[in-house]
């Protein structure tokens, strides 16, 4: 096999190749990046809302020219021609050296922001101050090392997000979405939580809900929503009703789908500058089944953090406040057991084994860790604190993970790593949607011909076609309804729908086509 | 334990192979000469554009085989024994089975042309095939394909991602007319051309022309006039891969010839897919289907009858789609490509050229027929409904929403679908 692939990359007519202009937007958009790394380099630039402009509009300009040549006087139509022939898509050298360079980058941004110019101290320097005068426009503040990151991941988001949408220009399902990553990102995420602050306004996403934000129970956080008044508490209670009404009406009615590919920020980036990584994701079964321990541990290690700092921001006493440490506890070791018996009554058919083996494991696991921390005495988990179990997290999964390994190794792993394997919302999302979603990815009859292009550009690893080629609904909880699967396949074969919850999950074993005899008989014995 | 071998690790065989396994417990090992593992032939042109890799074709991991207790053995069948039932294999090894299946595909069709043996000249059939283009392509710069069929296209197609400039000689009026009708045929010649593709309809190759050392340099066609080309590609259709079995008193015509239960003349061997020909097809089918879909069917059929339930390889309502460059075909039913007078089309385009669907119906009964759809995609399922309710054309256009399969937020075309047909009725 190996043979064959070898051919392939060294064949002289690759459609790999740049064309000039592509070359030329290229060098325009490294000249924007120049700027930044001699800002890094801390050069001084002299007035720095110029250079600021110029170098994010000329990486802009570069991105649209680029793509601009590469998808416009073509037909419409998705083009993943040579994918696997290109070094940066196809895990070759510059996709090992970007990888690397993405990396350094998060270490940097995450553990010595000092190195960027952050100064806690005075004035900041470096990239920071290059970025200040925009900051100092938009919120009143000099520039964090996180509001260079929020520009910059924005700016990718539009960029990518125009690329990606003169790519998918056919298919309205991915240009609306695109729109919508782009707008909840540029609106929500990125202006309207610094504008929030110039109105002396607590800092706030209300697209980053819980337990992707994993922050927003946290003493600090509590006590600036109460301090804000009555702004504060709406906040505060909108972060509660998201988690426990909003988020299950959306998923019940569209899948997951309506906050993974529509609304949140960390696929919003997947999805645009992730886009020519998509391929990479593992679809083996092994892969699968790592996926689906390591999201659900994340889930619970974050269930288990937020109940602890809560219970350390709560007092004993229940004059003060009728919510003490105690009712809270003990209230949520109750949910915890009744939403685990709910599933397991009215869903356990839909589960398979391990799954059933792993739910009762996790919620022993969070009960027992509710009882140590109750009959401690101490309120501390293992002789720990909420605190330092928030660091923790914090420092393993909401940097290392989710920033370091679930960017930074996108030209390895794919777009989603973090999505797939990490995200503590997306397994909440997505075992609501395994349970009770009207959403499922049908499959047009007979039409299959197993040839995989659903499955390779899968980003969230799915075998797709393994279901596809049996003529079963895909029902999976990873999926986040990116519609690529539909739109790369060339018998026009899936389609993403909303649809009963009778009849979703089907496994007819003959595909249409047969005969009557021969369904009647499956369907015989399938009874 | 009785032994069931399968020649050939295709659609077909394997299919058979896994539905036996779903059904008994017999011992199953299946033979290839051309891959280890299963892969789907029908995306092989996506590796050689850099769409997939090789592994990306493979349906099934490989630990799939091991766990499922279906031997896969690598090795040519040289000759049959069917008497003492023993496979020769080129290798001199021998294997005995209880029961055959014969599921050996197709080869490529050569007709006499002069040169069609030259280097640089070949056809897309085989894992083999798609490694040598690989190998013919290098510092290729022009080619010519002769055939207008799907593989026709999909090479054009591929040898256009590598910048490769394409003559593509077709014999009819316009693109695949023995099969579409001349409006759905016409838009598609259009469409190629406009991926820049150098389409000649109404023309046939009559020779082909070596250079010193024996590579092909130019192809002669029958106008006379001469195409210079590093590359010939053969599409003009497939025929039952039976060579071995020729002279052996397996009963062939074309194909092996089967009956409905896809038994062969001979007891407890078989044959499906490509290289099958039934002695009687049913109606408004043909002997031999060399498509994917008749061999996944043919092979689920198969293992029941052989698991002990035997049932007759009844295909139900005729239905295939392919992709014309950016351009997706469903059809569903029947839709001649030049229609008697019992048949009516209605047809309808839409201006950009990529959308269009042709409806036929019986003229007399306003029965409907069968369905080509470009560029929308329809759902399988409504459609085998209506054809097995003998639905008349006006059920159909009004209810056409129904079946609509295409991506959500989509443009719908049933309005005007219906309004057209409602003028072209005043009309006639």
Redesign the interface.
């Known amino acids: 096999?190996s043979?064959?692939?070898h051919?392939?990359s060294l064949?002289?007519?690759?459609?790999?190749?740049l064309s000039t202009t592509q070359r030329l937007a290229s060098g325009i958009g490294l000249v924007g990046l120049f700027i930044l790394v001699l800002a890094v380099a801390n050069v001084n630039f002299p007035n720095k809302t110029l250079f600021l402009s110029l170098s994010l509009g000329l990486i802009a300009a570069g991105t649209i020219i680029f793509a601009n040549d590469l998808y416009l006087g073509k037909?419409?139509?998705i083009k993943?021609?040579?994918?696997?022939?290109?070094s940066l898509t196809g895990r070759g050298f510059w996709a090992w050296i970007l990888g690397i360079t993405l990396t350094l980058f998060y270490i940097v941004l995450y553990w010595y922001p000092q190195y960027l110019g952050l100064n806690a101290d005075g004035e900041n320097t470096g990239i920071i101050s290059l970025f200040d005068p925009l900051s100092q426009f938009i919120s009143g503040n000099p520039a964090s090392q996180w509001f260079v990151y929020g520009t910059l991941y924005t700016l990718a988001i539009l960029i990518f997000g125009y690329k990606f949408i003169l790519k998918y220009r056919?298919?309205?399902?991915e240009v609306?979405r695109t729109f919508s990553v782009m707008f909840f990102q540029l609106g929500f995420a990125f202006l309207l939580p610094e504008i929030l602050i110039r109105l002396n306004q607590p800092y706030y996403n209300p697209a980053n809900i819980w337990p992707l934000n994993y922050d927003l129970f946290t003493d600090y956080k509590i006590n600036e929503f109460l301090s804000a008044g009555n702004v504060g508490v709406i906040m505060l209670a909108f972060g509660l009703i998201s988690i426990f009404v909003i988020t299950p009406i959306l998923t019940y009615k569209y899948g997951k789908r309506w906050y993974c590919s529509w609304v949140c920020g960390c696929g919003g980036l997947a999805e645009t500058a992730g886009d020519p990584y998509r391929?990479l994701s593992n679809k083996?079964?092994y892969a699968w089944k790592i996926e689906r321990w390591v999201i659900h541990s994340v889930l619970v290690f974050v269930t288990v953090m937020t109940i602890a700092v809560l219970y350390s921001f709560l007092g004993d006493s229940a004059n003060d406040f009728w919510l003490t440490k105690d009712v809270f506890l003990w209230g949520t070791a109750g949910f915890l057991t009744l939403l685990f018996a709910v599933i397991m009554i009215f869903k356990r058919k839909e589960l398979a084994q391990d799954a059933k083996y792993g739910a009762i494991g996790y919620l022993v696991v969070i009960l027992s860790i509710i009882s140590l921390n109750y009959f401690s005495g101490n309120g501390n988990i293992f002789s720990f604190g909420g605190y330092q179990l928030r660091e923790w997290y914090g420092f393993l999964i909401g940097a290392a993970f989710s920033g370091v390994i679930g960017v930074g190794f996108y030209p390895i792993f794919g777009s989603r790593v973090w999505c797939r394997y990490g995200c503590p919302m997306a397994a909440i999302l997505g075992m609501q949607q395994r349970l009770f979603s009207r959403f499922r990815i049908t499959t047009?009859?007979?039409?299959c011909?197993?040839?995989?292009?659903c499955?390779?550009y899968c980003e969230m690893g799915i075998d797709v076609?393994?279901y596809a080629?049996k003529g079963e609904n895909i029902v999976r909880s990873s999926c986040v309804g990116c519609?690529i699967c539909?739109?790369v396949c060339?018998?026009?074969v899936l389609?993403?729908e909303n649809d009963d919850m009778d009849g979703r999950i089907n496994s007819e074993?003959?595909?249409?086509?047969?005969?009557?005899?021969?369904m009647d008989?499956v369907n015989q014995k399938s009874k | 334990m009785e032994h069931i071998v399968i020649i050939g690790n295709g659609i077909s065989g394997i299919t058979c192979a896994r539905h036996i396994r779903k059904n008994s417990d017999a011992k199953i090992t299946v033979i290839s000469a051309e891959s280890e593992y299963f892969f789907s032939r029908t995306a092989l042109m996506y590796v050689y554009m850099g769409h997939m890799k090789w592994n990306h074709l493979k349906p099934y991991e490989d630990w799939f085989w091991e766990k499922n207790r279906i031997e896969l053995k690598t090795g040519f069948v040289e000759k049959i024994d069917f008497e003492e039932k023993m496979l020769h294999f080129s290798s001199e090894e021998m294997m005995n089975y209880d029961k055959l299946v014969l599921a050996t595909g197709s080869v490529y069709n050569k007709f006499g042309w002069e040169g069609q043996d030259l280097k640089g000249v070949q056809g897309l059939v085989s894992k083999q095939d798609l490694e040598l283009l690989e190998k013919n392509t290098k510092n290729c710069k022009k080619a010519v394909i002769i055939g207008g069929g799907l593989i026709g296209v999909e090479l054009a197609e591929m040898l256009k991602t590598r910048n490769i400039e394409v003559t593509f000689l077709i014999r009819e009026e316009a693109f695949w007319h023995n099969v579409l009708p001349i409006q759905d045929a016409e838009m598609i010649s259009k469409h190629i051309k406009s991926h820049g593709v150098d389409l000649r309809e109404k023309t046939e190759l009559d020779k082909i022309v070596a250079n010193e050392n024996g590579r092909v340099k130019s192809i002669i066609i029958n106008s006379g006039e001469e195409i210079e080309c590093h590359l010939v590609g053969l599409c003009t259709g497939v025929r039952p891969n039976i060579d071995f079995l020729k002279n052996s008193h397996l009963e062939t015509d074309k194909g092996i010839l089967v009956d409905t239960f896809l038994q062969t003349n001979i007891k407890d061997v078989y044959a499906i897919g490509d290289c099958a020909q039934l002695k009687q097809p049913l109606s408004h089918r043909k002997p031999i289907e060399a498509v994917w879909y008749a061999g996944r069917m043919m092979g689920e059929a198969l293992a029941q009858t052989l698991t002990g339930n035997k049932m007759p390889y009844k295909p139900g309502n005729w239905f295939n789609s392919a992709k014309f460059f950016d351009i997706e075909y469903q059809t569903y039913g029947n839709v001649s490509a030049k229609p008697g007078d019992d048949e009516m089309h209605f047809h309808w385009q839409h201006k950009d050229n990529t959308k269009a669907i042709t409806i036929a119906f019986d003229a007399n009964s306003n029965k409907f027929l069968g369905i080509n759809t470009f560029g929308i995609r329809m759902r399988h399922s409504v459609f085998d409904q209506w054809l097995n309710e003998n639905r008349k054309i006006n059920h159909v256009l009004a209810n056409l929403k129904q079946a609509n399969f295409d991506p959500e937020f989509y443009t719908r075309y049933e309005k005007d679908i219906f309004k057209s047909f409602k003028e072209n009725l005043k009309k006639a």
């Open positions: 096999m043979k064959l692939e051919n392939m064949t002289a007519e690759a459609p790999a190749k037909h419409e139509g993943n021609d040579g994918v696997w022939f290109k056919n298919n309205r399902y609306i391929q083996s079964q047009n009859g007979g039409q011909i197993s040839c995989g292009n499955s390779t076609r393994a080629q519609g539909s739109a060339p018998r026009g389609k993403l074993e003959v595909m249409l086509g047969n005969d009557v005899d021969l008989l």
